[in-house]
C-alpha cells in the first residue's frame, strides 16, 4: 500500500471512530428520573439508584443516560415535568419523591418504576401487589402504618410528655389512615394528641406557633413527601422551640433531628434501579410484583438529645441501628 493510500485510510478510520461513538450514544436507553424534591439532598440515594443499575448491567452513562426532572419542592410542577419526559420518549419512567401519581396520569404506555408512601391499589397505580397490570410496579414504602411505632418510640424516649403534636399533611393520599393510626397509638399509651394539619411553610410557621402555646412535650411528624422535603425547616424550628421530634427519614436524624423509624430509602432506590434495568432488558412492568421494603432503622441523635436535656434509655440505645454522636 502507498503512502497515500494509508493516510487516506487511517484518515477514514479517524472519521468513522466518532460516527461509531455517535451512534452507540445514541443507541443507549434513556432514563427519565422525575422527583419532586432537591437533588442536593440525594447524592447518596442516586449512588444507590446507579448500583441498582449496575447490579443488571447498565452503567450511567456508558450503557444508559438519565434525563433528570426535579419539582424542587413546588408539586404543581410534578405534571408538566412529566409530560416533557413522555414527550422526551424516554425508555422508562423513575418516578420518585412524590412524582407517582404525576408519572402515571402522564403515560400509559412508558413502563413506569415508582416509589409510593401510599397503599398503590387504593392509589390506581397497580391492580395488586403480586400482579401489577398496566405499565407500572415499584416499592410501596406505606409507611403511614408506621406513625404508631414512632409514638410509641417518642413515648419512651420522652416519658414525661402528656401532650404530644403531630403534623400531617391533609393532601396526602393516605392522611386518613396515619391520623387513624397515631389515634389508636395514643389511646394505648395515654397521651393526647394536637394534631394539625400543614401543606405549605406558612402553615408549618403557624403549626409551631400553636404548639407552643399548647405546651405539647412532644412532636410526631407525619411521614409524607411534603414534610420530608422540609426537613431543614422542621428541624429548625424543633431546635428553635426545645421540642423533642421524631421523623420517618434517616436523613432527618443526620441533619440535627432528635430521632427517626422507618424504611432504608437507600436500600429502596436501589431497588429502584435493580427495576429499571431489568425493564431495560425486556421485562414488562405487569409482570414485576410491587416490593416493600426489607429494612428499617431507628436512628438516635446524641448531639440533639443532650442540647434537648433528654436522657436516652440504654434499652432504646441498645435497639438504634445508628447513633450519631
Do not use: C
Not at 424534591?37 to 448491567?57: D, I, K, N, W
Not at 393532601?171 to 389515634?183: A, I
Not at 400553636?210 to 412532644?218: D, E, T
Not at 424543633?238 to 423533642?244: F, G, M, S, T
Amino acid at each position: 500500500m502507498t503512502r497515500r493510500g494509508l493516510m487516506a485510510l487511517l484518515g477514514g478510520a479517524a472519521v468513522a471512530w466518532p460516527v461509531v461513538a455517535r451512534a452507540q450514544q445514541a443507541a443507549m436507553p434513556v432514563i427519565g428520573f422525575l422527583n419532586g424534591q432537591s437533588p442536593e439532598s440525594f447524592a447518596h440515594l442516586l449512588r444507590a439508584f446507579h448500583q441498582g443499575l449496575s447490579e443488571t448491567g447498565y452503567v450511567e452513562g456508558q450503557s444508559a443516560t438519565t434525563e433528570y426532572r426535579w419539582a424542587e419542592g413546588y408539586v404543581d410542577r410534578l405534571p408538566t415535568l412529566a409530560r416533557d419526559l413522555v414527550r422526551r420518549q424516554v425508555a422508562v419512567i423513575v418516578a420518585a419523591g412524590g412524582a407517582h401519581l404525576a408519572a402515571k396520569a402522564a403515560t400509559t404506555n412508558i413502563p413506569i418504576v415508582f416509589t409510593t408512601p401510599g397503599e398503590p391499589v387504593q392509589e390506581g397505580l397497580v391492580a395488586s401487589f403480586n400482579r401489577p397490570g398496566g405499565n407500572a410496579t415499584g416499592i410501596s414504602v406505606f409507611t403511614v402504618t408506621l406513625e404508631a411505632k414512632r409514638l410509641e418510640l417518642l413515648h419512651e424516649l420522652v416519658p414525661s410528655a402528656t401532650t404530644i403534636g403531630v403534623l400531617l399533611d391533609p393532601t396526602f393520599s393516605s392522611v386518613d389512615m396515619q391520623l387513624s393510626e397515631v389515634q389508636t397509638a395514643a389511646r394505648a399509651t395515654g397521651h393526647e394528641l394536637r394534631v394539625l394539619n400543614v401543606s405549605t411553610d406558612a402553615d408549618i410557621d403557624e403549626a409551631f406557633s400553636i404548639l407552643v402555646k399548647a405546651r405539647v412535650g412532644a412532636l410526631v411528624v407525619g411521614g409524607n413527601p411534603f414534610l420530608n422535603g422540609k426537613r431543614n425547616k422542621l428541624i429548625g424550628l424543633a431546635a428553635r422551640e426545645a421540642i423533642p421530634a421524631i421523623y420517618e427519614a434517616r436523613e432527618s436524624t443526620i441533619a440535627g433531628g432528635l430521632v427517626s423509624y422507618g424504611p432504608s430509602i437507600t436500600d429502596v432506590y436501589r431497588q429502584l434501579g435493580v427495576y429499571a434495568g431489568r425493564i431495560l432488558k425486556g421485562e414488562k412492568p405487569s409482570d414485576l410484583p410491587v416490593l416493600q421494603p426489607a429494612k428499617f432503622e431507628l436512628l438516635i441523635n446524641l448531639k440533639t438529645a443532650k442540647a434537648l436535656g433528654l436522657t436516652v434509655p440504654p434499652t432504646l440505645l441498645a435497639r438504634a441501628d445508628e447513633v450519631i454522636e
